[in-house]
């Protein structure tokens, strides 16, 4: 870290950027006092990792699960949903059909996933918990955060997030279900969204976006789960947006 100018050295730092604001640090004549330099150093070096663990903080509590007529989501287990003991003599191909027919004519999002793809998206979960989607908009495009939260994912805006913090609600949760991941080879995947702030064909889209982002085929698109997670003031929004200009094909086709 290097102060810049000639009469007046200034420092600017970015707190937190993804939900927190810029603090400037002065360090006047800092030229003449090399031990005045060392003690702003060690104390702008201080806030920084402040504002990290901060930031880190903030960020490990997931939105609020979404409750209304439909009673709260996610559901604790997979009884909820279907009785599991009717198909546990079923094929892996037979319970994905069930599955698809329970839902098909239901508001949410849902899918039947590989054991190998849903081991790939938790193992890089485990590491980058949490990540930004570009939303398109009529006017550009909405940050979406979303958030893992063991075999939950939590999906709410990132302008509501940094107002609200733990308080914003989720405005799309998705649950998976791994009764069958061992027997099967399948995990069970459904998820409901909030109407105000999401359709389905957008829930749909974040979805898949996660998938791209987390499932075996992330590529390249590891590196910005790393630099969100592990490097962010080296995170840039716009990186986001272009990535998903390369994907936009893959996500908006809704079938």
């Given at each position: 870290?290097?102060?810049?100018?000639?009469?007046?050295?200034h420092v600017?730092?970015?707190?937190?950027?993804?939900?927190?604001?810029?603090e400037?640090?002065?360090?006047?004549?800092?030229?003449e006092?090399?031990?005045?330099?060392?003690?702003?150093?060690?104390?702008?070096?201080?806030k920084?990792?402040?504002a990290?663990?901060?930031?880190k903080?903030?960020?490990?509590?997931?939105p609020k699960?979404l409750?209304?007529?439909?009673?709260?989501?996610?559901p604790?287990?997979?009884?909820e949903?279907?009785?599991?003991?009717?198909?546990?003599?079923?094929?892996?191909?037979?319970?994905?059909?069930?599955?698809k027919?329970?839902?098909?004519?239901?508001?949410?999002v849902?899918?039947?996933?590989?054991?190998?793809?849903?081991?790939?998206?938790m193992?890089?979960?485990?590491?980058?918990p949490?990540?930004?989607?570009?939303?398109?908009?009529?006017?550009?495009?909405?940050?979406?955060?979303s958030?893992?939260?063991?075999?939950?994912?939590?999906f709410?805006?990132?302008?509501?997030?940094?107002?609200?913090?733990?308080?914003?609600?989720?405005?799309l949760?998705i649950?998976?279900?791994?009764d069958?991941?061992?027997?099967?080879?399948?995990?069970?995947?459904?998820?409901?969204?909030d109407e105000k702030f999401?359709?389905?064909?957008?829930?749909?889209?974040?979805?898949?976006?996660?998938?791209?982002?987390?499932?075996t085929?992330?590529?390249?698109r590891?590196?910005?789960?790393?630099?969100?997670?592990?490097s962010?003031t080296?995170?840039?929004?716009?990186?986001?947006?272009?990535?998903?200009?390369k994907?936009r094909?893959?996500?908006?086709?809704f079938?």
């Amino acid at each position: 870290m290097t102060c810049v100018g000639n009469d007046a050295h200034h420092v600017a730092v970015k707190t937190s950027p993804h939900v927190g604001k810029s603090e400037d640090l002065k360090c006047d004549n800092l030229g003449e006092n090399p031990e005045e330099y060392e003690r702003k150093l060690e104390e702008l070096e201080k806030k920084l990792k402040e504002a990290e663990e901060s930031r880190k903080k903030e960020l490990s509590e997931p939105p609020k699960p979404l409750t209304g007529k439909t009673g709260s989501w996610p559901p604790k287990t997979l009884n909820e949903i279907m009785k599991v003991e009717m198909v546990q003599d079923k094929s892996a191909e037979e319970v994905e059909e069930i599955w698809k027919q329970h839902h098909l004519h239901k508001d949410g999002v849902f899918s039947v996933i590989k054991k190998s793809d849903f081991d790939a998206m938790m193992s890089n979960a485990g590491e980058f918990p949490t990540f930004i989607y570009a939303l398109p908009r009529a006017d550009g495009y909405e940050f979406i955060l979303s958030q893992f939260s063991e075999n939950n994912v939590y999906f709410t805006s990132l302008q509501m997030f940094q107002m609200l913090k733990e308080n914003a609600q989720a405005s799309l949760t998705i649950a998976h279900f791994t009764d069958f991941k061992d027997t099967k080879g399948i995990v069970l995947m459904a998820g409901k969204f909030d109407e105000k702030f999401l359709n389905q064909m957008e829930a749909v889209n974040l979805v898949k976006q996660m998938a791209l982002f987390y499932g075996t085929d992330s590529g390249e698109r590891r590196h910005l789960l790393a630099a969100f997670n592990n490097s962010p003031t080296s995170f840039n929004h716009m990186d986001v947006i272009e990535e998903y200009k390369k994907i936009r094909q893959k996500v908006e086709l809704f079938a």
